[in-house]
């Protein structure tokens, strides 16, 4: 056998470094066809070696506690192929009509790995279901099985995830409705105890959000987000990119609204630290009350924010102002901005004043006062683009006191001024 495996593999070299172009199309997709099947038939025949291996106690004798710690030094894998080529054995080892289809070429490994795990789940919910019926346990599995290996000439593996959640309503119809309760129960319970979400230290300015949640809380989470994910013309920013600003605003609604908990008898807010003469000159950085340092740009942008917290400390760390009402733009100011504005006041931008922060035209680290004429309502993306030097956007109120905007001269060389025309205005 191992001459054979031996003999196999200098041939299959030889092809490998065999020229393709002179290949048809026809015999170029066959030769692609046929060498995803020769990695399959590879696979089966790796996993019964590793069974091998296992029952004659091969790990054990080289001093290994597990078959994937083993296979990692016989094979130099990396810890998750080698326990996924373990699991693998044992998976084929405990369906042997799946290696016979991987054999014959009806499914590949990934398939197979879908309708066992399938399977799996299948004979626990049986086991919980009791009555099934005039049919056995052992007839329901194997019509599974053989009508999820059927099914693999025309779905994916991920298509046969989803099929094998539902397959006694293909099998067994009378079954699957109350096979469904118990397993949507199970899953729930499941989900219950491993939801969490953790938040990392940062590292470069960036901070890695993971967690995992139950289908009915991402329910919740995906339609509060949707509506912010949404792009707009112009928007270069990736789906992941969307999803991040969008759940970033969500919780700048949540703190607006101001029926969070309090915490530390105090309402939901963040408190942004910079030091008086850094301040008062619009330079250095800043530190939020989490510890994270900010920009002298990010920190500018901050303070325009009428429901973030701005704490000024002297040279001293003394407090010398902490959130000055004059800044804060609420009550009837905030509405009559809404008024005026009618949403962000970009040019053309579609963002509902809800969805706003009130800037600042001279801002408010240079002497600009919180009134209504230096004030403009700006969504969080042109909210940025105002704050970029870079970007060359100007503000300012026109002889009606309406705001309007100045571009910069790559986007028109007169730079003549430009109004949101899509909101409602006074």
Same mark, same amino acid.
């Given at each position: ?27 170029? /997709? ?56 373990? $699991? ?12 016979? $289809? ?139 990119? @969307? ?36 301040? /008062? ?8 009350? /989490? ?11 901050? $303070? ?5 917290? *701005? ?24 509405? $009559? ?36 004429? #230096? ?41 003549? *001024?430009?109004? #949101?025309?899509?909101?409602? @205005?006074?």
């Amino acid at each position: 056998m191992l001459a054979d495996v031996r003999e196999l593999n200098e041939d299959a070299a030889k092809l490998a470094a065999s020229s393709t172009w002179p290949l048809s199309d026809d015999d170029l /997709t066959a030769c692609l066809r046929a060498t995803h099947h020769l990695a399959q038939t590879v696979a089966v025949m790796q996993a019964r070696l590793v069974r091998e291996a296992e029952s004659r106690g091969l790990p054990t004798a080289h001093g290994h506690r597990t078959t994937a710690g083993w296979l990692r030094s016989q094979l130099r894998l990396d810890p998750h192929p080698a326990r996924e080529l373990s $699991a693998r054995a044992a998976t084929l080892d405990r369906h042997a009509a799946l290696q016979e $289809a991987l054999l014959d070429g009806h499914a590949d490994i990934r398939q197979a790995t879908e309708i066992a795990d399938a399977l799996d789940n299948l004979t626990t919910g049986l086991a919980e279901l009791g009555d099934l019926g005039p049919a056995t346990a052992e007839d329901i599995l194997r019509n599974a099985e053989t009508t999820m290996i059927d099914m693999a000439a025309r779905l994916s593996a991920h298509q046969l995830r989803r099929i094998g959640e539902r397959i006694l309503a293909h099998v067994a119809p009378h079954l699957a409705e109350r096979a469904d309760e118990l397993a949507l129960a199970r899953q729930e319970a499941r989900a219950q105890r491993a939801r969490g979400f953790t938040l990392s230290a940062p590292a470069e300015g960036l901070v890695r959000l993971t967690g995992r949640l139950g289908a009915e809380d991402a329910a919740i989470v995906q339609a509060a987000l949707q509506p912010l994910c949404a792009p707009h013309p112009g928007d270069d920013r990736s789906p992941a990119q @969307r999803r991040a600003d969008a759940l970033t605003e969500v919780c700048r609604l949540a703190l607006r609204t101001g029926e969070l908990p309090d915490t530390g008898g105090e309402p939901a807010q963040l408190a942004v630290t910079v030091g008086y003469d850094q301040l /008062t000159q619009s330079l250095g950085t800043a530190t939020t009350d /989490t510890g994270s340092r900010l920009s002298a740009t990010a920190a500018r942008r901050m $303070a325009c924010d009428a429901r973030l917290l *701005p704490v000024v400390l002297g040279s001293a760390g003394q407090v010398l102002d902490v959130g000055r009402t004059r800044r804060l733009a609420t009550g009837p100011l905030r509405r $009559a901005l809404h008024l005026r504005d009618g949403g962000c006041a970009f040019p053309d931008c579609d963002r509902p004043p809800r969805w706003t922060d009130a800037h600042h035209i001279i801002a408010w680290t240079a002497g600009g006062t919180t009134s209504l004429d #230096n004030l403009v309502l700006l969504c969080r993306h042109h909210h940025r683009i105002v704050h970029d030097p870079a970007a060359g956007w100007q503000i300012r109120l026109g002889a009606d006191r309406q705001p309007e905007f100045l571009p910069p001269p790559h986007v028109d060389r007169d730079r003549r *001024p430009r109004r #949101n025309l899509y909101h409602l @205005r006074l």
